[in-house]
């Protein structure tokens, strides 16, 4: 057996071109022990796995702008559980910057392009000092803070990228003109996907996660006074806490339909009048688990 036999370097996938969020997460968790492939979007890296690569990280979540769509879109094909599994988690910090060409004045800045997380993620901050920029998504970060490089067929305006602090350093004809966050940093979560015949975990979990499982508890409580859930939603909570989640949860309707009832007037039949009282309780139990829970409508 060779000592590439006995020590196998693990092959892994990453959002590219070099630069990404993506990209800082796998070296930082694989280090120079792996051989690194990156693909243009995240659906062609999260298909990799199996095929081409043993692992793939992908962006799962950020502390601002919540889930990132297209990964979930990959997480709900039914490969996600029979042959390829999610064997950890890495969280790491993130530092954006807006970048344009060596010599471009920020006052001449028609569009801003990159990752629709990054651009959600800036919000507040190109809304104050570009309010009449257009705002344009690309594939990745570091493919936007590239493309500047290239003019913009039909497009005669300054461009400026979003992309990561280590990003900002990688091309010589770009420069760095400002830090997005000066204080809290936003923070985001990658899942480590990858083939295998078993689910079991890979990265130990970094710190506790207590919320992560928490609308299994939300709805536990509320089904156990006989209050079914039939939806529930999260976003990031305003709290400057980092994973910090707001959860929207719906419950199964027990009253008269909608379309048929007085909105002004109270709970008419001793069945509504039931279901609004365990709606009610339910509530109550759940700030008993030390959880925040507040009623915000009835219909
Ligand atoms: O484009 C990147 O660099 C990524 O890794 C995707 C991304 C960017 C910003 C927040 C979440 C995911």
């Not at 799962?60 to 702008?65: D, G, V, Y």
């Not at 130990?204 to 709805?219: F, K, T």
Request: aromatic share 8%.
């Amino acid at each position: 057996m060779t000592s590439e036999e006995t020590l196998p370097s693990p092959k892994v996938a990453f959002l590219g071109p070099l630069g990404t969020y993506s990209h800082q997460c796998a070296v930082e968790h694989f280090g120079d022990n792996a051989t690194y492939t990156n693909y243009p979007t995240l659906t062609k890296v999260f298909h990799a796995v199996g095929d081409e690569v043993d692992y793939a990280l992908i962006p799962q979540e950020n502390t601002i702008f919540g889930s990132v769509v297209e990964t979930y879109d990959c997480l709900r094909l039914p490969e996600l559980g029979e042959n390829k599994f999610i064997r950890g988690e890495k969280t790491i910090g993130i530092q954006h910057c807006l970048v344009v060409r060596q010599g471009v004045e920020l006052g001449d800045v028609k569009k801003i392009i990159s990752h629709e997380q990054a651009l959600g993620q800036c919000s507040k901050f190109l809304t104050e000092n570009f309010p009449d920029a257009i705002l344009e998504k690309r594939p990745s970060t570091a493919e936007a803070a590239q493309s500047l490089l290239t003019p913009e067929e039909g497009f005669e305006g300054e461009r400026a990228a979003i992309c990561s602090a280590v990003c900002a350093t990688m091309f010589e004809e770009l420069q760095l003109v400002r830090k997005v966050f000066k204080t809290r940093n936003p923070r985001l979560r990658q899942a480590l996907i990858r083939i295998g015949m078993t689910a079991e975990a890979e990265i130990p979990p970094e710190n506790a996660s207590y919320h992560r499982p928490l609308h299994h508890v939300i709805s536990t409580l509320f089904t156990s006074f006989g209050v079914p859930v039939t939806r529930i939603d999260r976003r990031p909570s305003l709290r400057p806490i980092p994973f910090d989640d707001v959860y929207f949860i719906e419950v199964e309707e027990l009253g008269t339909p909608l379309e048929y009832r007085n909105p002004t007037a109270s709970p008419s039949s001793v069945s509504e009048e039931n279901w609004l009282r365990k709606v009610q309780e339910s509530v109550r139990r759940v700030r008993s688990a030390g959880l925040d829970a507040t009623l915000i409508g009835l219909w």
